[in-house]
């Protein structure tokens, strides 16, 4: 078993000029396994983004703020109109207060901001909580901020949380904890209980949460998301990420933000400031119109998520793929275990060859990629043709599957 595809060429570049930084991670699998879809013709179930575009009016505004003096640099922490617009929606949605001028920094993305809040907060020998599963960023995150990661499983099939060794992940080193709720890749939704766990270790042990809730909008079932920052005192002591990509299907856009109390916002505009400058300005000004739509918006997205996750996960079944349907996000974690295949990457590799499906393979969601070797993930965020096509290949693929098995 190998965390290896066929397609790279190993985790270290033979070059002794290269930082050991940069040696300690390979080049993200799930944007890799984009690449190798594209090679083989195959639907990209693998990386998260639509193949669909953002609403008409957000592309008018996009084309609008071109037009309109979008083209220079923004403030480097954020255009005002867009940050009146961002606090104004974190208190409506997430009941989260916010000063602009105060709490706010936009980013290139989620990703950035994710990457200059640690490396805002972490100094060398302090320590990370992270869940594992986790959205495989975390891992080079923590490295190039030079955090000692200290992973909590969260365990398959349902995801749950085991408290004592949530408890014991915490000690004198921890600095922060991420959080990403709902979350990639489990789908899971964390509970308000969990959440009031994490937010009494954090307050006890002074530690910052660093919440990434992209996917904030994609919550099922009727279930609720909650922003750990509403909860007691953690205003003081969250970090809350969020950005354009997923809500507004406008991933290519990299608009992010972090909302944090002032001396931590401070902090994170420095980082922000010397590694991009200011995100993208015309579409921070098409985000205006983004966060102004109104809640149909969101519950059609909603609506529209939870039907396309119904018919994956129903299809993934009949195919004898094992699967919960996620309470939250765009993702299934499946588990192949039905299947004699040696690991996570002979099975992705296999369903793009022989059903044209590209997957993630699991372990690249974990620090040992031991495991997660029974794992694929797929994504829904597709149109219902290219769902259709999809399933429709899943089907072709459980009828004739044993002439293409391994021996
Ligand atoms: C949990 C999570 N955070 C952040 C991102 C990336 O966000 P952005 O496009 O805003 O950088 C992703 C993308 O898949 C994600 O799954």
Redesign the pocket.
């Known amino acids: 078993m190998s965390r290896t595809s066929p397609y790279r060429s190993g985790l270290t570049i033979e070059d002794p000029r290269v930082s050991q930084r940069v040696q300690g991670f390979p080049e993200s699998v799930i944007r890799e396994m984009t690449r190798i879809a594209a090679l083989h013709g195959a639907v990209n179930l693998a990386q998260?983004f639509p193949d669909f575009d953002p609403p008409p009016e957000l592309l008018e505004a996009a084309k609008r703020a071109v037009d309109h003096g979008g083209n220079q640099y923004s403030i480097t922490w954020g255009d005002p109109g867009l940050r009146a617009a961002i606090s104004r929606k974190a208190r409506e949605f997430n009941g989260i207060e916010s000063d602009p001028e105060q709490n706010l920094v936009v980013t290139c993305?989620?990703?950035e901001a994710m990457m200059a809040s640690m490396l805002s907060l972490i100094d060398p020998g302090d320590e990370a909580v992270i869940f594992e599963p986790f959205?495989e960023?975390y891992g080079p995150d923590a490295r190039v901020s030079g955090a000692t990661p200290r992973h909590v499983r969260l365990e398959w099939p349902d995801w749950h949380l085991d408290e004592e060794a949530l408890k014991s992940a915490f000690n004198e080193k921890t600095k922060v904890l991420i959080l990403?709720t709902p979350n990639?890749p489990t789908g899971k939704v964390f509970t308000q209980a969990e959440l009031k766990l994490l937010a009494d270790l954090c307050t006890d042990h002074d530690v910052v949460a660093v919440t990434?809730e992209?996917y904030e909008h994609m919550v099922y079932d009727g279930g609720r998301h909650i922003s750990v920052a509403t909860l007691g005192s953690m205003a003081e002591r969250t970090v809350t990420i969020n950005?354009l990509?997923k809500t507004y299907s406008a991933?290519g856009w990299r608009v992010?933000w972090a909302i944090a109390p002032s001396t931590l916002a401070t902090a994170i505009r420095r980082a922000h400031d010397f590694l991009t400058v200011c995100a993208p300005h015309a579409f921070q000004l098409a985000g205006v119109a983004a966060l102004a739509m109104p809640p149909s918006y969101y519950d059609e997205l909603r609506r529209s998520y939870q039907a396309k996750r119904d018919r994956l996960v129903t299809a993934l079944r009949a195919a004898g793929i094992d699967c919960r349907p996620p309470g939250g996000t765009y993702y299934v974690m499946t588990d192949f275990s039905a299947f004699p295949f040696a690991d996570d990457w002979a099975f992705a590799m296999h369903l793009i060859q022989s059903c044209q499906i590209a997957t993630v393979p699991g372990s690249s969601f974990y620090a040992d990629p031991r495991s997660g070797r029974k794992q694929v993930r797929f994504v829904f965020c597709k149109r219902e043709t290219t769902l259709d096509d999809a399933i429709a290949r899943l089907g072709r693929w459980e009828q004739g599957r044993d002439h293409s098995w391994p021996t």
Request: glycine residues 28%; without cysteine.
């Open positions: 998260g993305g989620a990703t959205y960023n990403n990639n990434d992209i950005g990509s991933t992010g």
